[in-house]
């Protein structure tokens, strides 16, 4: 039988990983996280793209969700793992939440990342510009949207979790 992930997308400082863990924990499923299993295997993630680009961590990334894909439980994906066509094929199998965050928020959040991506000098400039291009995309993928701008992230897990519980699974695409 093919795994049933329960899958995490959205763009970087929405809490994925944070929530996906709580959510994880509720249902008693393993967690899983594409970025944690690239970082396992390669290094940090801003020394990939030092030492070896952009397209090189994405190959790593693609490879890390499939892996993840492959197993029964929650899977955060990194913000940008849905630029695949691949990715976005496989989700199809799965369902799929689209964590959300307004940019004042995050601007907390990733105010003194060191992600590669945010590394312009406009740290939230940069998260808009990102968010807005892939906006259209997670929207396309996920089954259902939840905000994590206000509250306990712990309320945003719960309400995923009483969601998981109810929601069917995808069918399988021929």
């Known amino acids: 039988m093919t795994a049933r992930a329960l899958v995490l997308i959205g763009p970087m400082g929405a809490g ?10 509720a249902l008693r499923v393993p967690f899983y996280d594409s970025d944690i299993a690239v970082v396992r295997a390669h290094g940090p993630i801003e020394e990939i793209f030092a030492a070896h680009g952009e397209a090189r961590f994405r190959e790593w990334e693609r490879d890390a969700v499939r892996d993840g894909l ?16 691949g990715t976005q094929r496989a989700l199809r199998d ?11 928020v995050v601007a907390g959040r ?13 740290a ?6 990102i968010m807005d291009a892939r906006r259209p995309i997670y929207e396309s ?25 109810t929601a069917p699974d995808r069918q399988e695409h021929a």
């Open 110 to 122: 990733v105010r003194d990342s060191t992600r590669p991506l945010l590394q312009d000098g406009d």
């Open 94 to 104: 799965h369902r799929v939440v689209l964590l959300t965050v307004e940019p004042r």
């Open 141 to 165: 993928l996920a089954d259902i949207t939840f905000d994590t701008s206000h509250g306990p992230l712990q309320q945003v897990a719960d309400a995923i979790v009483a969601w998981a519980r």
């Open 124 to 129: 939230l400039g940069r998260w808009t510009s």
């Open 16 to 25: 994925k990983t944070s929530i996906g863990r709580r959510v994880a924990k």
């Open 70 to 85: 492959a197993q029964d439980g929650v899977v955060a994906l990194g913000g940008g793992a849905v630029l695949d066509g």
